[in-house]
Structure formats: structure tokens, C-alpha cells
């Protein structure tokens, strides 16, 4: 089924609407989603707006919306063309986002314990000799800074992070590796990331947690949120092995203080 209301949109110009600074643009995305992209760019304010309207529109749902997806700076809509049609349906998110409220709530914060080199530290040490600095000092640049969780993507409970350090930025590999830990803590480019469940990545590890990001037999499976804070703390490997022997047990390992 094709949508008339898209072929403008397919030559290449956009809906748009303004709120505050920020511009929304309807982007169709086959006949039965629209993508709502609110900066051209990575952009807290954006992402903040986009978990607001993602928790709006959960909260009080506009009727043919089947699911909505947060990511950096967009909200991907799903929607029943058959209930409602496109052109109406994005005058209702406007209209939203017109009366959208993004207030500085309170956040979830983590502290992730990380047992840093080792086994799952595959690219310390490499790090340290690109940046001309030791793996002591990687270390401690990644685990004093503050991470925000833009969103939650890629596998379950995977964690895309912004805020790390400048001096810490480091392209992917040209070949991904086949297989990566659980847990493992990455960077690739500007981001940082913790992997949720093994898998193939071409990003550069410094270690990994205990934390399990994803647990289908918890109550709420996904560890983590978009808009929640994290930090890193390191640990050793004698605290490393007692938090495995904890989350084995069932124990989530770590509890989120409120900011």
C-alpha cells in the first residue's frame, strides 16, 4: 500500500514544525512509519525531547500507533495506515510537540563496576600507545567522565553513550572481531557503548562488566534506559569474579540512584 501524502515527502522536502530551537521533521519511512527527527546532529536537548515525546505518546497513545522507537535524536513512529493515515497522523505528533513539556526531571543514575584490561580488555594497552599515554591513564580518563544513555539499540539492551572524553575518540577496527563478550566496554568514534549479549563488533574494548544489560527472566530485562547517567568504576578482578558469582545468582549487582 503507497501513500499519496508521502510523494512530496519522497522528492525530498520534509513536514516541519518548530518548537523552541529545535525543528521536527516528518520523515516517511516505508508506508507504515514515520520518523520524527529533531537535529541534524547528536544533541542532548533533541534526545531528551525525543524520550518525552516516546513517554507522551505511551502514556497517552494516539489510536493506530503500534510502537514507538527512540534513538539519538529521531522517534521512529510505527502506525496502521489503515487507521489512520499519515498526513493526520503527523499532524497529531505536531500538535504534541506543540504542547510537549521538557522539563529538567530527575534521572536514573548507574555506576558500573569494570574490570578493565585482561581477557576483555582487548584494545588497552593498543589505546594507550595511539593516544602516547599509559593504560593506567585510559582508565582513568574513561572512568572519571559522566555517560549519558542516548539510546538503547542494535541487540537487547545494547547502550549507545555520549560524553566520552575528546582525547579518547578512536575509529573502529577496519575488521570486526567475531566474537565479543557480554558486557564488554567499548568505544567506537566519539561514542561509548556496553554490550548486552555476545556478538560480532568492530569497536575497541578496555574491559567489561559483571552487569547483565539484558535478562529476559527479569521483570524489567533491559538494565538500562535512554536518558539514564552512568559512570565507571574500576574494580578487580577478586570484586570482578564475586559480582559474576551475584548476577549468576540472579542478583541485578547494582542498584540506580535518582539525580
Known amino acids: 500500500m503507497k501513500l499519496k501524502l508521502f510523494d512530496k515527502l519522497r522528492k525530498g522536502s520534509a513536514a516541519s514544525g518548530q518548537r523552541g530551537q529545535l525543528t521536527a521533521r516528518f ?30 505518546l505511551s502514556k497517552r497513545p494516539i489510536e493506530g500507533i503500534e510502537e514507538v522507537i527512540p534513538t539519538y535524536r529521531s522517534l521512529l513512529v510505527l502506525y496502521d495506515p489503515a487507521v489512520i493515515r499519515g498526513q ?15 522539563s529538567d526531571a530527575q534521572t536514573r543514575h548507574f555506576s558500573i563496576p569494570v574490570l578493565y584490561g585482561h581477557e576483555a580488555g582487548l584494545d588497552l594497552e593498543v589505546m594507550a600507545e ?13 572512568s572519571l567522565a559522566e555517560y549519558r544513555v542516548y539510546m538503547i ?3 537487547p539492551g545494547f547502550a549507545y553513550l555520549g560524553g566520552l572524553p575528546e582525547i579518547l575518540h578512536t575509529p ?12 564488554s566496554i567499548g568505544i567506537g568514534g566519539k561514542q561509548g557503548n556496553i554490550n548486552s ?4 563488533s568492530g569497536w575497541r574494548f578496555l574491559g567489561r562488566t559483571p552487569l547483565k544489560l539484558f ?10 534506559q535512554a536518558g539514564d547517567t ?7 578482578r577478586e570484586e570482578a569474579l564475586e559480582l559474576d558469582a551475584a548476577v549468576a545468582r540472579g542478583e541485578t549487582g547494582v542498584e540506580a540512584s535518582i539525580k
Open 27 to 56: 520523515l516517511p519511512c516505508g508506508d507504515s512509519a514515520i520518523a520524527v527527527e529533531l537535529a541534524s546532529e547528536i544533541d542532548e536537548k533533541a534526545n531528551q525531547q525525543v524520550i518525552v515525546l516516546a513517554e507522551d
Open 130 to 142: 595511539m593516544k602516547g599515554v599509559t593504560p593506567e591513564e585510559i582508565i582513568s580518563l574513561h
Open 230 to 236: 552512568v559512570t565507571f568504576r574500576p574494580i578487580e
Open 153 to 155: 539499540g542494535f541487540a
Open 172 to 183: 573502529r577496527l577496519k575488521e570486526p572481531r567475531q566474537h565479543i563478550q557480554a558486557g
Open 197 to 200: 549479549v555476545a556478538c560480532p
Open 88 to 102: 493526520k497522523l503527523i499532524e497529531a505528533l505536531q500538535g504534541r510537540l506543540d504542547k510537549l513539556v521538557v
Open 215 to 224: 535478562d529476559p527472566t527479569r521483570e524489567e530485562p533491559f538494565l538500562l
